[in-house]
């Protein structure tokens, strides 16, 4: 059941949004990266419910998404943030199947399960290396749909392999590839995707439109959502990976 929020002159219901991790589970990610990754992930569920609760306008939803060999979901659906608890994810396996999990996560971003009401989901990818598949064609379609279109995507390379310029397809854009070259960088990049993208909202040109913005919150936003990139951490510390 949806959370009911008190407006003036009525009721609201919260809008879903939905967080997924991608995480690549490849025989390349064992070891330290696998480890610092899900230890930071872990370490950020809190500040992820802090910054939900600053934002009113949403009820925050997570779910996890792990693709090596196989592809996964390591959840059998969207979890309320302040519910959430994090599996460790194993790496192992010697591909890695990304247009597959294109695949997948196109099939939770259709109208249903996606709902009308939603806020654009938000999709944190992470990965140290390279589609061993036919990424292309399934990324395509991700993005051909409207809630894929819509969507705020993160990536986050790890170490000197990561192939950027699929994760830059991917994002839309090179800038919000995000580079994670040792554990402290990946720890700091987690972080900052993790706790900026649940504070994203109803984007600020519907509140000036002359439509009222009440009227409108169920109806599919027109244009994505406008991630803050000013407050990137800087990462000084030497390169590892």
Same mark, same amino acid.
């Given at each position: ?49 802090? !910054? !939900? ?108 392999? !990561? ?7 991917? !994002? ?49 936003p027109p244009a994505p959502l406008v991630l803050d990139m000013n407050n990137i951490p800087d990462i000084n ?5």
């Open positions: 059941m949806a959370t009911v929020l008190k407006r003036p002159g009525g009721e609201l219901s919260q809008r879903p949004l939905n967080f997924f991790w991608v995480v690549d589970c490849s025989g390349s990610m064992h070891g330290d990266k696998i480890g610092v990754l899900n230890n930071a992930i872990q370490s950020t569920i809190p500040e992820m419910v802090a !910054a !939900a609760e600053g934002n009113p306008n949403a009820q925050l939803y997570i779910r996890t998404l792990a693709f090596g060999s196989e592809v996964s979901w390591i959840t059998e659906g969207a979890i309320p943030v302040e519910n959430f608890a994090w599996d460790d994810l194993a790496a192992t396996g010697v591909s890695t199947s990304l247009g597959k999990a294109f695949d997948m996560l196109a099939s939770e971003l259709t109208i249903p399960p996606m709902s009308e009401r939603a806020l654009p989901p938000v999709i944190v990818l992470l990965s140290d290396g390279m589609p061993t598949d036919d990424y292309q064609s399934s990324l395509n379609k991700l993005l051909r749909l409207p809630w894929g279109k819509k969507s705020v995507r993160i990536a986050i390379s790890i170490g000197h392999d !990561a192939d950027d310029s699929v994760l830059a397809e991917f !994002a839309g854009c090179s800038e919000l590839v995000l580079q994670a070259n040792n554990p402290q960088a990946l720890v700091k990049m987690i972080k900052w995707a993790s706790t900026a993208a649940s504070q994203v909202s109803a984007p600020a040109s519907l509140a000036a439109s002359s439509v009222n913005p009440l009227d409108e919150a169920f109806k599919l510390d030497n390169d590892v990976w």
